[in-house]
């Protein structure tokens, strides 16, 4: 199994596809085994990877499943910060 430590190096080096499925696993196992960490940071994780990769919709909703599963999580802020940026795009100056 692999460690959040190495999802997050997965990640920063642009490795997203295998970070998600790392993440995946984890979060599919969580209700049968222990977790290598806290739920709620595979879920902040994993929005972290749909962010990197442009999948707005996605990483809101693994965000919202972090703070739902721990109301101090990170992604509270990167919901914010997200939402912050789509609501900065300006949808007709890409119509040019």
Known sequence: MTS??????LIYNGQVQEAIAQLDKQIERQPLAPPVGPIDEAYYLRGNAYRKMGDWQRALNDYQLAIDNNPSSPALQARKMVIDILNFYHKDMYNQ
């Open 4 to 9: 959040f430590e190495e999802i997050k190096q």
